[in-house]
């Protein structure tokens, strides 16, 4: 089966850029979406076909996929940023798979 | 506005049957797939599978294949989440969410399933 790995936590001062990393063998044909996630709360789409930004969504977020690697970049972190950050990409045919999530920390 | 309201909380004992909705608005109901994801507590999201919901196609993850079981009804634009024997390993919040040309861009709020 497909798997994506993604870093289980990253922590950056406010200010700074926050980079997380997303890979696996599935991404080097595949696109990549990534999902926010705060507590209590449903998924929210933030990037799809690996680097685009739905309505709403923050210039400051953004993405990019090479080779089998897509990456997640937030410049200039706030504290509303803090959440959990999935990506998502696809195996065979249409299966769906979700990196393990990573939890980001802005303090 | 596109919408995916799903079914409350729902307490159940080991071994009972249970089934959980998702009622869509605002969109031709037929034309999209509509996925189904677990999340345990404290845990991430996985996948557990889709159904188009025009002629109720079927896809599921190997992890919950015969575990579980999709369905829709074009009649209402409702999908549905059923299991015929629930175990303690099921309590988890449970999304549905509908794919369109942008990815996965529309979520239902959560029905919170406790087994035990």
């Known amino acids: 089966s497909y798997e994506v790995t993604q870093p289980p936590s990253v922590s950056v001062s406010p200010g700074q850029t926050a980079s997380i990393a997303c890979s696996g063998d599935?991404?080097?044909?595949?696109?990549a979406c990534w999902f926010q996630q705060k507590p209590g709360q449903s998924p929210v789409l933030i990037i799809y076909?690996?680097?685009k930004r739905p309505s709403g969504i923050p210039e400051r977020i953004s993405a990019s996929k090479s080779g089998n690697t897509a990456t997640l970049t937030i410049s200039g972190a706030q504290p509303v940023d803090e959440a959990d950050y999935y990506c998502?990409?696809?195996?065979?045919?249409?299966?769906?798979?979700f990196g393990g999530g990573t939890k980001l920390t802005v303090l | 506005e596109v919408q995916l309201v799903q079914s409350g909380a729902e307490v159940k004992k080991p071994g009972e049957s249970l089934k959980i909705s998702c009622e869509t608005s605002?969109?031709?109901?037929?034309?999209?797939?509509i996925a189904w994801v677990r999340q345990m507590p404290g845990k991430g999201l996985e996948w557990m599978g889709s159904?188009?919901?025009?002629?109720?196609?079927?896809k599921y993850s190997p992890s919950f294949e015969g575990q579980v079981t999709m369905s829709a009804d074009k009649s209402i634009s409702t999908a549905y989440l059923r299991w015929r024997s629930l175990k303690a390993s099921d309590t988890a919040m449970y999304y549905c969410?509908?794919?369109?040309?942008?990815?996965?861009?529309?979520w239902g709020q959560g029905t919170p399933v406790t087994v035990s």
């Open positions: 605002g969109y031709i109901f037929t034309s999209y797939w």
């Open positions: 998502q990409t696809w195996g065979s045919s249409t299966d769906v798979i």
């Open positions: 599935t991404l080097g044909d595949n696109n």
């Open positions: 159904i188009f919901a025009g002629d109720s196609d079927t």
């Open positions: 969410a509908r794919l369109d040309s942008s990815g996965w861009a529309k």
């Open positions: 076909q690996n680097y």
